[in-house]
């Protein structure tokens, strides 16, 4: 069974910290990807990575960044957190290119006050 | 600008009955379509998806329809299960991109009553 996993299930931060939440997959996927899900928004891509140190950004990258040192792992920066950051992130990855299902870690609701 | 578009927030269908989810998309390039079902505290779990080249898919109680001149697809549950309550995605991607980008739709919220 391919795992996803995220650093943390609830996370909360005062406005102007920098917040980094960690993303781990175990099936030596290529592609991984951070969304952010808001009601009324449904998911909404913020940055993607097709290989290691690679990066691109999607639909809502202002206000954050990522890292991608190694192949198995992706992570999104907060650099100064801001109250409209607050949601639940989703990471997930997939493998290749092609039409090849992506698989979602659990989620981290961060509430930024 | 919500390139795939779900309008109906909310859904609630007795138990037995066809649930019917609807999603409309307006990229015409978008040729691969894909559901996934969202429980309450989990991530999202892919369930079913359709390429372009066809109309309808299948798989036990789940079909996804496909209609390319309305931008149109839908999502039928027959019967419907109280365990299939849940928020349903919608979601397209391209082969421009590989595939690898998928732009997922709002979602519906789906009640199965006992």
């Known amino acids: 069974d391919v795992k996803v996993t995220q650093s943390s299930r609830y996370l909360v931060k005062r406005t102007g910290e920098k917040v980094f939440l960690e993303c781990v997959q175990d099936m030596d996927h290529e592609n991984m990807f951070w969304y952010r899900q808001d009601p009324g928004l449904g998911l909404r891509l913020i940055y993607f990575?097709?290989?290691?140190?690679?990066?691109e950004k999607g639909d809502i990258p202002e206000g954050y960044s990522v890292s991608r040192e190694k192949k198995e792992r992706f992570s999104l920066i907060l650099e100064s957190a801001s109250t409209n950051q607050t949601s639940m992130y989703l990471c997930?990855?997939?493998f290749g290119t092609g039409t090849n299902e992506q698989f979602f870690g659990p989620g981290t609701r961060l509430t930024v006050l | 600008d919500q390139q795939v578009k779900q309008n109906s927030p909310s859904l609630s269908v007795q138990e037995g009955r066809i649930s019917i989810l609807n999603c409309d998309y307006t990229n015409s390039m978008f040729d691969y379509f894909l559901w996934y079902k969202k429980y309450p505290a989990e991530g999202p779990t892919f369930l079913i998806s359709i390429s372009s080249i066809k109309d309808k898919n299948e798989d036990g109680r789940f079909t996804v329809f496909l209609n390319k001149s309305a931008k149109h697809l839908s999502l039928h549950i027959v019967p419907s299960q109280p365990g299939d309550s849940a928020v349903y995605f919608c979601a397209a991607s391209d082969s421009s991109g590989g595939y690898q980008k998928v732009t997922f739709g709002t979602g519906t919220k789906l009640q199965v009553i006992p």
């Open positions: 997930a990855s997939s």
């Open positions: 990575s097709y290989d290691v140190k690679m990066k």
